[in-house]
């Protein structure tokens, strides 16, 4: 009796053992599945970052640079418009300034008054 219960104990660990075996390679090969993908993952995160890093970079620092830039150009052009109402206005008070002044009237003496008023009638 001992050697059949000896044995059927041994039968019954190696059951747990083949069990084991079997459950800790398909964990392992679970795990190494997860390994690779997470390594891949991780190498695609850091090339997407990394290209977006740059292209943020080099969006932010041609987006700062065009928009400062534009402002100054902005600017720029405001004065610009600025002076050519200010000329503009003052063209305008000149020729209005002129428009309202009658010409002098024309100068005569006693002698060509009379000379142009006979020539006249």
């Not at 041609?62 to 928009?67: E, G, I």
Request: hydrophobic residues 35%; charged residues 30%.
């Amino acid at each position: 009796m001992r050697a059949s219960e000896a044995v059927a104990a041994r039968n019954t660990v190696i059951e747990h053992f083949a069990v084991a075996c079997k459950s800790i390679k398909e964990k392992t090969a679970a795990i190494g599945t997860l390994q690779r993908e997470k390594s891949e993952l991780e190498s695609k995160l850091t090339l997407q970052n990394g290209e977006a890093l740059l292209a943020q970079n080099g969006s932010d620092n041609t987006f700062v640079d065009n928009q400062k830039h534009m402002g100054e150009e902005i600017t720029r052009l405001e004065h610009t418009i600025q002076t050519l109402r200010d000329e503009l206005n003052a063209l305008k008070r000149a020729s209005s300034v002129s428009k309202e002044l009658p010409d002098d009237p024309p100068m005569y003496e006693e002698g060509q008054r009379d000379a142009v008023q006979v020539t006249i009638m």
